[in-house]
């Protein structure tokens, strides 16, 4: 399984929740997969898809679910340390983990090589990490939705990408659209 | 460690309703810094490095709360990226509570260098900046945390050593 056949498996899963969704690829094949006020695009600044995703999860009770990739948690990777030690059971990130920079071209990360992002989140200090094969990450996330936990998924999956468009909605229409959704929950 | 000047600066920001901050370690701010985390109506988050304290600030922002960061200018230097694609192209107000080293009465050389650029980058920016130099300076705190959340901008607080000299 590539990322957009991952994305597909979880949409059933994730299309209720608030979901922060990393840039490029990530943010244009979910989009055009299912697009929710629900979520909010990353238009720009690789790596910080789990920083605006824990500090949402810190600021409301709802439950919210950042997607990330394994080459942007590298090009951001104090970011675990503070998940770790801000631990809020709202939060779930979810690393799709292809081994490469599927954006730029499938350039090979060294999460594909020596570095497990599995074995560094817990380093940090991360206490619910799941390592899991691209086919169970809908599970996994079913399963970390309904234990109420903080949860670092890491899921194993093929490079690849589709072609999709670019995302051409007005990301201040994206911020709007999605904090009025956030308000409405918390209403 | 905490004199008047970061105590006025705490209930300043607390008056305006920031809520969430996010610091990272500085000398000149270590007074605010060690009331923001003992302030009950402060969550306080410490980050690792200044983009990643924007992405917790942009988060926190989109679920109602009001987030400031405290940070040195030699921060600018590495969020420049994020100012422009995150906190200006998504429109959400950023208070930066800014510890301006490198200017007169700075001990340490190497600071100069990036004092002399922070201005240029702001100002480059169009980042609506504020240079606190005298005591007084502070007095225009709260207008400028309002000023940040109604334009629905990053705006930069700089405060010079001067600004925190013990009179
Ligand atoms: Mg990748």
Known sequence: MIRNEVLQSIVPVIKDELVICNIGSPSQELFQLDDQPSTFYMLGTMGLSSSIGLGLALAQPQKVIAIDGDGSVLTNLGTLPTIANNVTDNFILVIIDNGSYGSTGDQPTYAGMKTSLTAVAKACGCENVVECRAEETADELKKALAANQMTVIVCKCESGNVKVPVISMNPIVIRERFMAEVANRNA | ?167
């Open chain 2, 1 to 167: 460690m905490a004199n008047s000047i970061s105590e006025r600066i705490v209930d300043d920001m607390v008056n305006a309703g920031i809520d969430f901050v996010t610091t990272v370690p500085c000398k000149q701010l270590a007074g605010v810094i060690d009331l923001v985390e003992k302030n009950k109506k402060i969550y306080h988050i410490p980050s690792n490095k200044e983009d990643e304290g924007m992405g917790l600030c942009a988060g926190a922002y989109m679920g109602g709360k009001k987030p400031c960061i405290i940070m040195q200018n030699t921060a600018l230097g590495v969020t420049v990226n994020t100012l422009a694609a995150l906190i200006q192209y998504y429109q959400i107000p950023l208070p930066m509570l800014i510890s301006y080293r490198g200017e007169v009465g700075e001990p340490v050389a190497c600071q100069v260098e990036m004092a002399l650029h922070t201005k240029p980058i702001l100002q480059q920016m169009n980042i609506p900046t504020f240079h606190f130099h005298k005591k007084d300076d502070v007095e225009e705190l709260s207008d400028i945390l309002a000023y940040t959340q109604m334009c629905k901008k990053p705006t930069a607080i700089l405060t010079d050593a001067a600004f925190w000299r013990v009179s």
